[in-house]
């Protein structure tokens, strides 16, 4: 049986950018038919530039593409006719343009009450409801710069971290909901916020505060639990992380590095003794790897079950052999005719992992085929 667990789950996305796509692409690559509405002319994410310009191709797959106006009365009441048919609305304009174009929770589930309507915003009810957000926003905000950048220097993830994971808790809230209408018949409003949700990843260090009254330091600046956790440089300049984070593991890597001598030193013998003196501990330690090879240093690692990690570039991960051999990385058909490869959700069902279906559609590829259908349902 190779049926997806949203088969038969009919989605209508007003969406742009990346959180409330995420959201949708999620639902789809599940087996949802996810309906993506276009303005005239096509979404303008298709056309981003520089850091952008991977938004569309990587949040969009497995989708329907209508075009739609629905800033003209024509185009409302069309997309109020198709919200009537479908499960799932999501959207992610900014706050009170679903309201102005009658195309609300309110409004749209006075015509469907099953409907489960999401939206994604830079942050739930409350006194900021009403700004604006970008993912940089709220990493500044939700405390995820601060902790992230050395002293004095904030420093932004290197991804949409809040808008993807944004579109994840968009897509756990509608799951929920489904599964509540069940057993109610009755759909709802979901809220997914950026600003929130960057507060979630910040709540482990929140929560160290409020357990020592001592504000925590940026993870550049923090003392770590563990005395070898850390980047390394080796010969060629190349760079590994290494962290041994038990003494078993500490034994071994002085094993590993043929230095015994290491784990005998009074002052190495407990982790807590390696931690107070963990400066001295690293520069022992960059002195030594510096003379080693990673290709070479590499597999005796892994063999001896300490954890390491290359540093890589996202475009060394193009011709990652796990990413290959695991099938998270797989071709699809681009909406230009062209053939791209993109990056699956990372999980498996029953052992599989939920692939493309269908090329990234072309703008409005699907606008006869869906709306010929209204009146035929």
């Known amino acids: 049986m190779n049926t997806l667990p949203l088969a038969g789950i009919r989605v209508i996305e007003f969406t742009h950018m990346v959180m409330g796509p995420t959201c949708g692409m999620i639902l789809a690559d599940l087996g949802a038919e996810v309906i993506k509405i276009e303005p005239p002319g096509g979404d303008k994410t298709r056309n981003l530039p520089g850091l952008g310009i991977g938004f569309f191709r990587s949040f969009n797959r497995n989708k329907k593409s209508v075009v739609l106006d629905i800033t003209t009365p024509e185009g409302q009441a069309t997309a109020k006719e198709l919200a009537a048919q479908c499960d799932v609305v999501l959207e992610n304009f900014r706050p009170g343009l679903m309201d102005k174009l009658g195309l609300n929770y309110a409004s749209l589930s006075a015509l469907n009450p099953r409907l489960v309507y999401a939206s994604h915003k830079g942050f739930l009810p409350g006194p900021y409801e009403n700004r604006l ?10 405390g995820l710069s601060y902790m992230t950048g050395p002293e004095g220097r904030p420093l932004r993830a290197g991804t949409s971290v809040n808008d993807i994971m944004g579109g994840m808790f968009g897509a756990i ?9 069940d057993r109610t018949g009755q759909g709802q409003e979901i809220q997914s916020a950026l600003f929130e949700n960057c507060v979630f990843l910040s709540a482990q260090h929140m929560q160290q505060f409020m357990m020592t009254q001592e504000p925590p330091p940026p993870m550049p600046s923090r003392v770590s639990a563990w005395s070898v956790y850390d980047v390394f440089t080796l010969a060629q300049g190349e760079q590994l992380f290494i962290g041994a984070v038990s003494e078993k593991q500490w034994l071994t ?15 190495f013998l407990t982790n807590a003794q390696r931690v107070a003196v963990r400066p001295a501990l690293l520069q022992r330690l960059g002195e030594i790897l510096q003379h080693h090879v990673a290709a070479e240093l590499s597999p005796k690692l892994e063999a001896a ?5 290359p540093i890589m570039r996202p475009d060394q ?21 062209g053939s791209t490869e993109v990056v699956l959700l990372p999980l498996t069902l029953g052992g599989r992992r939920p692939g493309v ?5 072309a703008v409005g590829e699907h606008t006869d085929e869906v709306l010929g259908q209204l009146h035929s349902r």
């Open 133 to 142: 957000a970008l993912d940089e926003v709220v990493q500044m905000m939700g």
């Open 305 to 309: 079950g300490i954890p390491y990690a």
């Open 253 to 267: 890597l002085c094993d590993v590095l043929e230095r015994p001598d290491l784990a005998k030193e009074p002052a």
């Open 173 to 181: 809230g509608i799951l929920a909901a489904l599964r509540e209408r």
């Open 357 to 361: 279906r269908m090329p990234l559609a």
């Open 317 to 337: 991960l193009v011709n990652d052999p796990h990413l290959k051999a695991s099938g998270g990385l797989v071709p699809m058909q681009t909406d230009d005719g």
